[in-house]
């Protein structure tokens, strides 16, 4: 069960987009339509920001969108903003139990 | 609106066990399949457990299988998770979160309960 690989963290300034990374394997991210993407402030628990690889809740800014090529997905921040800076984690259903998550990424808004 | 609440955490030492608990009063978790997630302190999150709307599908992150059950009781709007010979890599906080409907895999999430094993 191994986890989903992210970047550590990824920066930008106000107004910019920035994208996170998120692969995994046939078994996981690349055989499923069903990724995942959670952000976290500190001390709260997890929101889902994206499913289905593309699908924003409501409630969730357009600012955020999703997508996927083979077995990477990614999470795409659009105008990007101060309240942005937080972790992001991906998750997929997986041949092998039914979830894996990412190690996470910490976003810094410069 | 979905308010998931945990509870049972608490310090306990290598080797014990502690059950957890999770329920919400306002949304019925009947149809709805569950799971655990786990987060160490400073670390990631980690899937532990899945377990569906009937409990006749249940799973278990290899890192737990057969020291942790998952079970719940629909009539009593309520998830467990009975966890046996703890160790200190189980040191955590404890989420429930729920699948929702329509591929919104874990799509509410209660606040947590903090397992600590220490000795």
């Known amino acids: 069960q191994s986890a989903l690989t992210q970047p550590a963290s990824v920066s930008g300034s106000p107004g910019q987009s920035i994208t996170i990374s998120c692969t995994g394997t046939?078994?996981?991210?690349?055989?499923?339509?069903?990724v995942s993407w959670f952000q976290q402030f500190p001390g709260k628990a997890p929101k889902l920001l994206i499913y289905a690889v593309s699908n924003r809740p409501s409630g969730v800014s357009n600012r955020f969108s999703g997508s996927k090529s083979d077995n990477t997905a990614s999470l795409t921040i659009s105008g990007l903003q101060a309240e942005d800076e937080a972790d992001y984690y991906c998750?997929?259903?997986?041949?092998?139990?039914?979830?894996?998550f990412g190690g996470g990424t910490k976003v810094t808004v410069l | 609106e979905v308010q998931l609440v945990e509870s049972g955490g608490g310090l306990v030492k290598p080797g014990g066990s502690l059950r957890l608990s999770c329920s919400d009063s306002?949304?019925?978790?009947?149809?709805?399949?569950m799971n655990w997630v786990r987060q160490a302190p400073g670390k990631g999150l980690e899937w532990v457990s899945f377990i569906s709307s009937s409990s006749n599908v249940i799973y278990y992150a290899d890192s737990v299988k057969g020291r942790f059950t998952i079970s719940r009781d629909n009539a009593k709007n309520s998830l467990y998770l009975e966890m046996n010979s703890l160790r200190a890599e189980d040191t955590a906080l404890y989420y429930c979160a729920r699948d929702g409907s329509g591929y919104r895999l874990l799509d509410s999430w209660g606040q947590g309960t903090q397992v600590t094993v220490s000795s």
């Open positions: 998750s997929s259903y997986t041949d092998a139990t039914t979830r894996v």
């Open positions: 306002e949304f019925s978790f009947s149809p709805y399949s």
């Open positions: 046939s078994s996981d991210v690349g055989g499923y339509e069903l």
